[in-house]
């Protein structure tokens, strides 16, 4: 009896170990089918160098029914960890698209809500907020960025979150002359600012500690403002 027994649970321990390998190519062959259907995606945007340009990225906005300065774009390149503004490589797309489930266009339209709700979650967040400086590094050894291109990428990156704050900064980088251009210090700084100091009321706010000198001024133009009105 006990060798018909063990018989019998050799017999159910093949056929379970049959059908893992049946699920476990069937995935495989499912995965391979994703990733080919991902990359012939890439290529109905990517140029004759075999990349995707800014032009193929309008393009795809387009098809998306996306503005390509919709923020949520920006949010696609940080999961694609991208490199290079306004190019995709064959890899950074594999990387973001594998990683959103997303093979068409619909789908890739889709994932964007959930691609938003992700990185803005706090323990991703500060992650977005400073590949979106160093995306915008678009010089070898680049190490700042203009006046002008900062105030478009706070308002762009920051402002849902923190709007008086940003729009108040964006005004006094604007008004000031003492800066010609941010650099990654800075920008994130401004954003440790925005999430520990009470606002409006600047009573935390203690010039001693480590800010930027810039931050500094924003507080003492805050102050004077708050003065005068």
């Known amino acids: 009896m006990r060798r018909a027994a063990s018989k019998k649970t050799g017999q159910s321990n093949s056929i379970n170990s049959s059908a893992a390998d049946l699920f ?42 996306v503005d390509h300065t919709d923020v949520r774009i920006l949010m696609l390149a940080w999961k694609m960890k991208a490199d290079e503004q306004g190019y995709f490589t064959l890899d950074e797309w594999r990387r973001g698209l594998k990683a959103l489930r997303a093979d068409t266009v619909s789908k890739l339209k889709k994932a964007l809500p959930d691609l938003e709700k992700e990185v803005r979650r706090p323990s991703n967040f500060a992650d977005f907020y400073s590949y979106a400086f160093q995306y915008c590094l678009t010089e070898e050894k680049q190490k700042s960025i203009d006046i002008e291109s900062i105030c478009q990428l706070l308002t762009l990156v920051l402002s849902s979150t923190f709007p008086t704050q940003v729009n108040l900064f ?31 009321a600047l009573d935390n706010y203690d010039p001693e500690l480590a800010w930027p000198l810039i931050l500094d001024n924003f507080v003492e133009w805050l102050r004077e403002n708050q003065k005068s009105s």
């Open 170 to 200: 964006v005004e006094y980088l604007k008004t000031q002359d003492d800066y010609k251009v941010i650099n990654m210090d800075q920008w994130m700084g401004f954003f440790r600012f925005c999430n520990e100091i009470s606002f409006p």
């Open 24 to 65: 476990r190519s069937a995935s495989s062959k499912a995965s391979s089918k994703e990733l080919e259907r991902i990359d012939s995606l890439f290529y109905t945007y990517a140029n004759s160098s075999g990349v995707i340009d800014p032009e193929g990225i309008e393009t795809l906005c387009a098809d998306m029914e």
